[in-house]
């Protein structure tokens, strides 16, 4: 690890705790790591920040995407607050997993007592109050949405079944390599697989899909990086995958004796209803306050600055004694 980073470790371990004791963060047993992944605007990254580290007893831990030096150069500076910029992280590459291991990695050298884990993005804020408090009656549970167990049969073992170039890894829908991947999917699923994924497992697993986002406690997160460290062949099976946040932490878990203590998120997405955004999250805006609110969620994403307004609201919201 970089002498950097180890130095902003040795910094976290010395931080000034008063500030709990003072009586600003909610009184209980629990302190978050929250990692995330960020890859544009500092001041949104910067307003989640401020907004975790005035909330909670917290630290943070940013990687930034290598494309953006600008951006490393202009988040917060804090004792409170890890950053990193290792991986050029492309959408659908297995970068994303990369980052959040990295941090994850990170926030175990680290001396501090962690109770749990939140993965997340730039993008994020919390919209109400008591997360906290709910996870201090609710230590043991994890909160990940699962979508379901994956076949061969399924179109979305292509994720792990085929060795996929990085060209393809393009976001734009209407992009004629969207329909590419679709078709080496489809194809996939028949049983004809291009550019077959030649790393096998030593300890076979059943894979499963879910959303990238998730709230653990510290035992979760620790059993993933043992097994991690115990299994190299699972980390270099998904090197060439697509989208392997969606099922990378999902079925180590699933996977684990923790399985049962799965509880569904605590993470408010809009995902989009149209081809040209089917599964992509729908920025945040006014109109979402009503079902968020409707729903137990105590984050969400995706927000964007040019909608100041909703990221002011929640602001304000929490905030509020």
């Known amino acids: 690890m970089p002498f950097w980073i180890l130095l902003q470790l040795l910094c976290f371990s010395r931080q000034d705790r008063r ?10 047993n629990i302190k ?76 175990m050298k680290s001396e501090n007592k962690y109770s749990h884990i939140y993965f997340g993005s730039g993008q994020d804020l919390l919209v109400k109050q008591g997360l906290y408090e709910y996870l201090d009656c609710h230590p043991d549970n994890i909160f990940l949405e699962i979508t379901g167990r994956i076949k061969n049969s399924d179109r979305a073992s292509a994720r792990y079944r085929i060795c996929w170039p990085k060209k393809l890894m393009i976001r734009n829908d209407l992009h004629p390599y969207r329909f590419i991947r679709i078709a080496m999917q489809f194809l996939c699923r028949s049983g004809i697989v291009i550019r077959k994924n030649k790393v096998t497992l030593k300890n076979p697993v059943d894979f499963y899909e879910g959303h990238t986002w998730f709230i653990i ?7 993933i990086i043992s097994y991690l460290n115990d299994n190299p062949d699972y980390f270099k099976f998904w090197e060439n995958s697509l989208a392997s946040d969606l099922m990378f932490f ?43 609110k409707k729903g137990d969620y105590y984050c969400a994403r995706k927000f964007e600055w040019n909608e100041k307004q909703s990221i002011d609201y929640f602001t304000k919201l929490v905030k509020e004694n």
């Not at 500092?42 to 990687?63: K, M, R, T």
């Open 217 to 223: 406690p510290i035992a979760v997160m620790e059993y």
């Open 32 to 107: 978050i790591a929250y990692l995330l992944v960020a890859h544009k605007c500092p001041e949104q990254v910067n307003a989640f920040i401020d907004q975790l580290l005035d909330y909670g007893n917290c630290d943070v831990y940013v990687h930034v995407d290598k494309k953006n030096p600008e951006l490393l150069k202009n988040i917060k500076k804090s004792s409170r607050v890890f950053v990193c910029s290792i991986f050029d992280v492309r959408w659908g590459s297995f970068e994303i997993v990369k980052a959040a291991v990295e941090l994850m990695r990170a926030a």
């Open 250 to 292: 999902q079925t180590i878990i699933m996977n684990s004796s923790f399985a049962d203590k799965i509880k569904g998120e605590l993470m408010y997405v809009n995902f989009g209803k149209t081809f040209g955004t089917m599964n992509h999250p729908m920025t945040i805006t006014m109109d979402d306050i009503d079902n968020i």
């Open 19 to 28: 500030i709990q004791a003072k009586g600003r963060f909610p009184v209980c």
